[in-house]
DNA sequence: ATCCCGAGGG
DNA sequence: CCCTCTGGAT
């Protein structure tokens, strides 16, 4: 894909979708970091409804290491690995209370250091939380970016880098999340929606799924 | 490279 | 049944 094919393959996402945001559900920056970390190889809709009922019993960093591991654990045990992730929110929780006042850190280094935490949930929260134009390459946003053109690579890291040399800087605030959307809703994994979508014909994919 | 791990889709 | 879902730690 060329330079303006690019720039009009997120046109068209922004036309679509003006003003993109995460499906989340959340309340704070806490619980945005606790709803993406939670969100590991599991749907959006599986983590909002184990949230909905975690939330309300532990708001925030204290109420959540009050209510304590095995507690988490009983309330999102219906979202996949939920023992290491009831471990990693219950010490994540205490970690934010004894290194930033119970706040989430607007620093990669200090949000990788987080237990479950890694480069992709720290993108998400830097973006999704803080504005600032990272692009964090999940699932979605690997395959799209292979599979369209857009940014190949064999692995995250090389698609990342890819990612940040081609989206044009206008569009780099929401590309994470026109990617995902698409992803999800459009150019899914197994059964991709060629004949619905707005970016077929810049696409290396197209004539594959006729 | 392997493990973790439930729910929903096809 | 098998595949997929906004990965991270070992």
Redesign the pocket.
């Known amino acids: 894909m060329n330079s303006t094919e690019i720039r009009e393959f997120f046109r068209r996402l922004s036309e679509a979708n003006p003003e993109p945001k ?3 559900e959340y309340g704070s920056g806490f619980q945005l970091l606790a709803a993406v970390m939670l ?8 983590v909002n409804v184990a949230t909905r009922r975690l939330f309300a019993l532990a708001p925030d960093a204290e109420a959540m290491v009050r209510l304590g591991e095995e507690r988490i654990s009983e309330e999102i ?8 992730k009831a471990r990693n929110l219950a010490q994540l929780a205490r970690i934010l209370i004894e290194r930033h006042d119970g706040e989430v850190p607007r620093d990669r280094a200090a949000l990788e250091a987080l ?8 993108n ?1 929260v830097l973006n ?1 939380l803080f504005r600032e134009p990272t692009i ?1 390459v ?3 946003v690997f ?1 799209l970016a292979n599979r369209t053109g857009l940014a190949p690579g064999k692995d995250v890291q090389e698609v990342e880098a890819a990612l940040y040399k081609r989206v044009p800087r206008q569009y780099l605030l929401n590309a994470h ?1 026109w990617l ?1 959307l698409h ?2 809703y459009v150019c ?4 991709p929606r060629c004949g619905e979508c707005c970016l077929r014909d810049l696409c290396a994919f197209r004539d594959k799924t006729d």
């Open positions: 995460t499906e989340l969100s590991a190889q599991a749907t959006d809709k599986s045990k219906t979202i996949g690995l939920y023992r290491n237990p479950g935490v890694g480069r992709k949930t720290a998400v999704t964090a999940d699932t979605h395959r999340h995902i992803g999800r899914t994994a197994r059964k």
